[in-house]
């Protein structure tokens, strides 16, 4: 199975973006996905995840990602969102879509958020 990422730009202060990810040759059923993200020079970190079955979701409790961002899946297409809104500076960071237990990992798209 392979993850690509997709969705990521340069936006302003304030705004929205939608990420999505792809797999190719499987499917993500039986597990949770998930999304982490890497800010320049510093270590990844996780984001929000999903469980692919129920469509629970849980999300970092830091960073105060949690109101701002909404994890979902579309079971038909097979692909998993990240649905970015009133984006800050700090949400400045390479994102990238995993599935648990993250030990397979997409390429990343690079979302700028500029003030």
């Known amino acids: 199975v392979q993850l690509q990422a997709s969705g990521g730009g340069l936006v302003q202060t304030g705004d929205s973006l939608r990420l999505s990810c792809a797999a190719s040759g499987g499917s993500f059923s039986s597990y949770a996905m998930g999304w982490f993200r890497q800010a320049p020079g510093k270590e990844r970190r996780f984001v929000a995840a999903?469980?692919?079955?129920?469509?629970?979701?849980?999300?970092a409790d830091q960073d105060s990602v949690k109101g701002r961002f909404t994890i979902s899946r579309d079971i038909a297409k097979n692909t998993l969102y990240l649905e970015l809104n009133s984006l800050k500076s700090e949400d400045t960071a390479v994102y990238y879509c995993?599935?648990?237990?993250?030990?397979?990992w997409g390429q990343g798209t690079q979302v700028t958020v500029s003030s």
């Open positions: 999903i469980s692919w079955s129920s469509g629970s979701t849980y999300y």
């Open positions: 995993t599935r648990h237990p993250w030990d397979l």
